[in-house]
T-cell receptor, first 113, second 113 residues
Framework: QKEVEQDPGPLSVPEGAIVSLNCTYS??????FMWYRQYSRKGPELLMY????GNKEDGRFTAQVDKSSKYISLFIRDSQPSDSATYLC?????????????FGTGTLLAVQP | DAGITQSPRHKVTETGTPVTLRCHQT?????MYWYRQDPGHGLRLIHY???????DKGEVSDGYSVSRSKTEDFLLTLESATSSQTSVYFC????????????FGPGTRLTVT
């Protein structure tokens, strides 16, 4: 079993829809939870991060962490064609470079105009 | 991708030949990482560096070596390329030891025939 599981999609939605992207994990030591966005043939870029449980909002994006269920989500409101990309969740344990990021496989999102 | 370049961007090589990929940063970040990205596996850490001449293995280090003689350069060498090393390779950098915030380069697409 992988430490981080992510539905690969693809997920296709109409413009303006609310998008929900999810990851589950098995390692209870994870404390930092990140979402990276990767456009086609580009490197990933950090979109949001959350420490421990709770919600974090940034514009149209909301990240949620439920440590009791080992489940994290990224919600995109009023989705735009420019949101079309692969979304990668990533996690790590406590401080220190030796606690490395563990990435999900990514979910491919297509927002149709 | 600002501040991080990778070279070459594309390479085709034959099985058994040595290959060196270069990552160059202008951000003066202490930590540097090499990942490979494959369908169904997501991003996997190959090696990382926490300072000049300080490196350590990641999750999939077999068949790869690295060197870092200057802060700005991190080299990844495939000693004897195999077809299983056909992949997209990403370099990443981070400023702090809490490495959730990593900045990725544009990637190198390597094909081993």
């Amino acid at each position: 079993q992988k430490e981080v599981e992510q539905d690969p999609g693809p997920l296709s939605v109409p413009e303006g829809a609310i998008v929900s992207l999810n990851c589950t994990y098995s390692n209870s030591a994870f404390q930092y939870f990140m979402w990276y966005r990767q456009y086609s043939r580009k490197g990933p870029e950090l979109l949001m991060y959350t420490y421990s449980s709770g919600n974090k909002e940034d514009g149209r994006f909301t990240a949620q962490v439920d440590k009791s269920s080992k489940y994290i989500s990224l919600f995109i409101r009023d989705s735009q064609p420019s949101d079309s990309a692969t979304y990668l969740c990533a996690m790590k344990g406590g401080g220190g470079a030796t606690n490395k990021l563990i990435f999900g496989t990514g979910t491919l999102l297509a927002v149709q105009p | 991708d600002a501040g991080i370049t990778q070279s070459p961007r594309h390479k085709v090589t034959e099985t058994g030949t040595p290959v060196t990929l270069r990552c160059h940063q202008t951000e003066n970040h202490r930590y540097m990482y090499w990942y490979r990205q494959d369908p169904g596996h997501g991003l996997r850490l190959i090696h990382y560096s926490y300072g000049v001449k300080d490196t350590d293995k990641g999750e999939v280090s077999d068949g790869y070596s690295v060197s870092r003689s200057k802060t700005e350069d991190f080299l990844l060498t495939l000693e004897s390329a195999t077809s299983s090393q056909t992949s997209v390779y990403f370099c990443a950098i981070s400023q702090r030891d809490i490495s959730y915030e990593q900045y990725f380069g544009p990637g190198t697409r390597l094909t081993v025939t």
